[in-house]
Structure formats: structure tokens, C-alpha cells
């Protein structure tokens, strides 16, 4: 296993590049800039950072203010706070006026470790993809993250880049660019279709190499965008393969798995299984641990993939 | 940059703005009179003497920024901009219907002059902190950004998030104006969950607080009109706390919750439009 970086170490030190090449961007935190790493943007820019103070309605209200008076502005805090405390504000003044608010919260999902099930976030993505006007990415790692930031700075509108604490291994090679709206084909295959976001991307090259010692060839997908999502590549890939297995550190519940049942119900149904966790809160223990408990692994996936092939057939 | 207006301008003013809400709201058969007319006499104040604006450019960088973050007081926003040229007043009769320009609540992807979408409460006044930081950001010292909020939204935990902010940040070019009418939807807020002494609150967070009438416009171009040379002198935010009478200047609908939300029937129109001496040029 190679090099290993948390996707919320690329947040801090990709604005400050941003703000280097002339880009207007600007930060609310809400407290949380040491562990968002917005606090390296900060040192950087004190002027054009803000911090609202342990209140996330304010962080999500000011940062909108300021994308009104032409700013290009991004907030951090956690992801159970940015978008379950400050919902309406996300919904009604951002998304709603269509400002140019960019939410990279960290700590989603439960690699957020012994914190423990009050700040596993596992809905985000579920509350952001349905709002209007929404963009929804989940880097696969710390490149993707840093690529995916650049990118909701330079598209106008509101986004969603969910960030994540653990140190995860680096699935792209330097210099990779993210581009809005693609599923990447990670590896080819013919029975089974692996779609995976985040940090079970590599999760799933992992089960692919287990399906493949048993002869089943697997064909990986980094759906790095939720929303919108690459219809014609996950329609193309299940086409070929016939069987679909989603994967993803969220609930299995109005994230990527449902995104996915959706393009697929409508333009070509296939089974499907969805490996994330199964409508149950987070619980405290080591990242790892948790990916076990909550049958998030290779080797889950893998499972899930022989289910699928064996529906088919 | 639109003419200030004299207060006898500003008093017809105000009066033309409540023809057209109740006209509205009336055609419209759903919307809030009571919040937008105790209003009537602020926001005219404000858009005829106050605001450095240009109607025929909205997005004027140097200009004033109105705002409301008691969305539901919509129509008087909508009757303000109608009235000094934003749109023409032929939407108004389209109020609420769809297809038009004038939402139930402010539309900023809509509407002409409205600077952000509001209608869910508290929201108001972080949103005018980050206006005012942005314009501090680009060295804009001269606007200013005048947010008008309802006494009951003040219940909203967001809106003191944002007193502190402001404080915090010494944003003296923030202007907070509550209509402090004394009603929200449930009946008076001092039984549905008591504000206390609203001046004194904002004091306790670093705010200046100046009380006034809300709707003698006299006094109101004097205190809304000096709020920012306060703000500057003080080295604080100021907040105008303007007592209002909610449905003013519609003698069946004064001071009274019920009005909040409901509109009137055509007979019940026609007796408020009367006693505001609309004619049916504005009406
Ligand atoms: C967040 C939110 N909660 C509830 C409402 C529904 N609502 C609309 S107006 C209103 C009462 C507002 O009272 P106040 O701020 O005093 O306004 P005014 O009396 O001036 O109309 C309520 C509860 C809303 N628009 N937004």
C-alpha cells in the first residue's frame, strides 16, 4: 500500500492556492480550522478569513452574504454540523438564491472514528443531492480533493465537497484533474460493475483484485460526481456488465447507492447491491474497525458482487 | 443615484405603497398585509430618502443594499421597487400568480432590486454581515447594508449568531431596523415567547440600539438617515428598533394578529383603499 492522506489535508492548503492565482475567494469557519485545515488559509489570508464562531447557521448565512457581494466563498466545520445544523440556510439562501457558497466540510462518514455516531455524518449526501442547484462531489483521495476544490471554485453556483479526517491511500497519480460530472472507469471488467465514491474507491479496486483470483472480472467506477451524476458511463459500464454494486461510506439510503438504482431503474435495469451502512447511526471505535463493523470492505464488496452476478444468472 | 424625496414626497409615498399592498394582496387572495404595512412607512423612508440607489441600475456597485429579511412583508418590498422605477407596476396585479416576477416571498433570480432570497426567518441579518464584509474586502466604505427585520424573528437563534458577528467584527456598515410591532402569527410576542426589552438585548451585544416611531417619517429620515454616522462615530453596528403598529393605516386590520397572514375580501378592500384615499390610479 502506498502513501496515505486525509482528502481534508487537501482543503486549507488548495485555497491558499486558489487565493495565490487571483482567485476572490474568502473562508467562514465555525471553530473547527485546525481540524478542517482552513486554519492554514487563515495564516495565509487573515483578512479574507472569518470565523463565525461555534454557529453554523451564521457560517452557512455570512458565507452566502459574502457570495452576494461577489465572492467566491467557502465554508468549512464538519459535515453533520454544515448540513444538518444549517439546512435551511444551505436550502433557502444558498441554493435558492444560486450563490457561489461552496460547503467542503470534513469528518464525514465514520472514519471519523471514536468520536463516535454524533459526528459520523452518513446523510449528507442524501440532504445535499436533493437540492436544486446542487453539486455533490466525493474525491476519492487527497489529489481528487484538492482537483474537485479548484473545481467548485471555478463553476459558478453551490456546491458540495465532502471531505473526510482518516488518511486514505492515493488512488490518482499527481497532477490529476477532476472534471465535473465524469465517472472515471478505474479498471475495465465484463460481469459486474464496481461504482464507488470516496474512499471505498479503493475499496473497490481492492475487491476487484478478489474477484478477479476467482475469475470474475469486475470493472471499477469512481462516481467522484454524485450530482449530476454520469448517467452514460453507469449505463454504459452495467450494459456490459449486467450486475451493479454500489459503494459508499454513507448510508445505503439517498446517497450514491440510490443515485445509481435511479439511472438504472429508469435506463436500464440491472441487479444492484448497495455496500454502506444499512440505516443505522455510527458508533464509536478505530476507522478501520468501523469499516469492518459496518461490512464496508473489499471483501463486502466482493460478497456483494458474487449476490449481484448471482441474481443475474 | 435616485433624488431624496421630501417628507411630504415620502408620507405620499408611503401611502401609494399601502394602496399597492393591499391592492396586491387583494388580487394575489393570499399574502401578509399586516407585517407589510406596518412597514410601509420604514421601507418608504428608505427607498425614497435614505438609500443611495439607481433603479434603472440595480447592480450599481456604489449603491445602498436593501435587506428584507422578514421576507413574508414581501408586497412592501415589491410596492417600494414598483414604486421608484425597479419594475413596472403592471406586476404587481401578478403577485403570487404563475409566471411572475413577484414571488410570494423575495426572489433574487426573479426580481429586479432584490438583492437575496428571504421568507425563511432569522436569515437576514448574517446575510447582510457577509454583504458588508464583502464591500470591506473590495474597499468599499460607502454603502451601507440595511437589513430589516420582524420583532418575532428575533426569536430566531441565528439572528443573535449574527448580532455577536457583527459586534465582533465592528461592521459599522451594517444597519439592522427591527419592526417592532409587538405580533407575530400566534398572537402577541410577549405571550408566545417574550423578546423583552429588544434595545437593551442588542445592547447587551456590543450593538448601539436607538428606539424610534416607526412610522413618523420625520423622525424616521432622521435616525435612519443618521444610523450610519452613528455607526461610524460609535465604532459599533447600529440597530434602529422602530415601534410600529401592525396593518397601519388600515383602521380593521390595526393591531391585529389575525392579519398577519390573511387577505381582504373585495368589500373589505374597498372600505381600506377608501380610507387610504386611493384612487384608481394606484388602486
Ligand atoms: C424559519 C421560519 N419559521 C416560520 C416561518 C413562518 N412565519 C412567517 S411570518 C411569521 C411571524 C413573523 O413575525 P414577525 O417577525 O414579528 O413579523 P411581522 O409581525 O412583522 O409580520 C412566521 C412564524 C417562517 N417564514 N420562517
Given at each position: 500500500m502506498g502513501e496515505k492522506r486525509a482528502t481534508r489535508e487537501a482543503f486549507g492548503a488548495t485555497l491558499v492556492e486558489l487565493a495565490d492565482a487571483g482567485m476572490d475567494v474568502v473562508v467562514v469557519e465555525a471553530d473547527l480550522s485546525k481540524s478542517t485545515t482552513t486554519a492554514t488559509f487563515e495564516k495565509a489570508y487573515p483578512a479574507r478569513f472569518f470565523n463565525a464562531g461555534i454557529a453554523e447557521q451564521n457560517m452557512i448565512g455570512t458565507a452566502a452574504g459574502l457570495a452576494v457581494g461577489g465572492k467566491i466563498a467557502f465554508t468549512g466545520s464538519f459535515a453533520v454540523f454544515a448540513t444538518g445544523r444549517a439546512y435551511d440556510q444551505v436550502r433557502n439562501t444558498v441554493c435558492y438564491s444560486g450563490l457561489d457558497v461552496k460547503l467542503c466540510p470534513t469528518h464525514s462518514g465514520i472514519t471519523v472514528g471514536p468520536d463516535g455516531g454524533s459526528h459520523q455524518m452518513l446523510e449528507d449526501l442524501a440532504l445535499m443531492r436533493v437540492l436544486p442547484g446542487m453539486r455533490v462531489l466525493v474525491p476519492a483521495d487527497a489529489r481528487a480533493a484538492a482537483s474537485a476544490i479548484r473545481v467548485a471554485a471555478a463553476t459558478p453556483g453551490p456546491f458540495y465537497v465532502r471531505l473526510g479526517r482518516a488518511a486514505v491511500p492515493l488512488v490518482y497519480d499527481e497532477g490529476f484533474e477532476f472534471e465535473l460530472g465524469r465517472a472515471y472507469v478505474l479498471r475495465e471488467g465484463t460481469d459486474v460493475t464496481l461504482a464507488a465514491c470516496g474512499v471505498m474507491v479503493e475499496r473497490a479496486l481492492a475487491a476487484a483484485e478478489l474477484l478477479a483470483a476467482e475469475g470474475v472480472s469486475a470493472e471499477v467506477l469512481d462516481v467522484a460526481t454524485i450530482k449530476p451524476i454520469d448517467a452514460d458511463t453507469v449505463v454504459a459500464s452495467v450494459a456490459r456488465t449486467g450486475a451493479v454494486v454500489t459503494c459508499e461510506e454513507h448510508s445505503i439510503i439517498g446517497g450514491l447507492g440510490s443515485a445509481v438504482a435511479e439511472v438504472i431503474g429508469e435506463q436500464r435495469p440491472v441487479p444492484l447491491r448497495r455496500v454502506g451502512v444499512r440505516d443505522v447511526f455510527g458508533t464509536s471505535g478505530d476507522p478501520e474497525e468501523l469499516m469492518v463493523h459496518y461490512g464496508l470492505t473489499a471483501i463486502d464488496i466482493a460478497a456483494a458482487a458474487r449476490e449481484a452476478i448471482a441474481v443475474r444468472a | 443615484m435616485a433624488e431624496g424625496r421630501s417628507p411630504d414626497e415620502l408620507r405620499e409615498l408611503a401611502r401609494r405603497m399601502r394602496c399597492d399592498i393591499v391592492s396586491m394582496l387583494t388580487e394575489a387572495g393570499s399574502g401578509h398585509p399586516g407585517g407589510s404595512l406596518s412597514a410601509a412607512d420604514i421601507v418608504a423612508t428608505l427607498y425614497g430618502s435614505v438609500l443611495r440607489h439607481d433603479p434603472a441600475q440595480?447592480?450599481?456597485?456604489e449603491r445602498d443594499r436593501f435587506v428584507?429579511?422578514?421576507?413574508?412583508?414581501?408586497p412592501v418590498l415589491y410596492a417600494a421597487l414598483a414604486e421608484t422605477g425597479y419594475f413596472d407596476r403592471t406586476h404587481l396585479g401578478t403577485l403570487r400568480k404563475l409566471g411572475s416576477i413577484l414571488q410570494g416571498h423575495p426572489d433574487c433570480k426573479k426580481?429586479?432590486?432584490?438583492e437575496v432570497s428571504t421568507g425563511s426567518l432569522g436569515q437576514g441579518l448574517a446575510i447582510s454581515n457577509g454583504m458588508a464584509l464583502s464591500l470591506r474586502l473590495d474597499g468599499m466604505m460607502e454603502p451601507t447594508v440595511y437589513c430589516l427585520l420582524g420583532d418575532g424573528e428575533l426569536q430566531e437563534g441565528e439572528v443573535w449568531e449574527a448580532a455577536m458577528f457583527a459586534s465582533h467584527h465592528g461592521l459599522t456598515n451594517v444597519v439592522a431596523i427591527v419592526d417592532n410591532n409587538g405580533l407575530q402569527i400566534d398572537g402577541a410576542c410577549s405571550e408566545v415567547m417574550c423578546l423583552g426589552e429588544i434595545a437593551h438585548k442588542f445592547a447587551a451585544f456590543g450593538w448601539e440600539a436607538v428606539e424610534c416611531d416607526g412610522h413618523d417619517i420625520g423622525t424616521l429620515v432622521r435616525v435612519l438617515g443618521g444610523a450610519r454616522a452613528r455607526a461610524e462615530a460609535g465604532g459599533k453596528p447600529v440597530v434602529v428598533v422602530c415601534s410600529t403598529i401592525k396593518g397601519k393605516g388600515v383602521s380593521f386590520m390595526q393591531g391585529l394578529a389575525d392579519w398577519h397572514g390573511k387577505t381582504p375580501t373585495a368589500e373589505q378592500a374597498a372600505t381600506a383603499l377608501a380610507e387610504l384615499g386611493c384612487n384608481g390610479e394606484v388602486a
Open positions: - | 440595480p447592480a450599481l456597485p428584507l429579511s422578514k421576507g413574508h412583508a414581501a426580481t429586479p432590486g432584490v
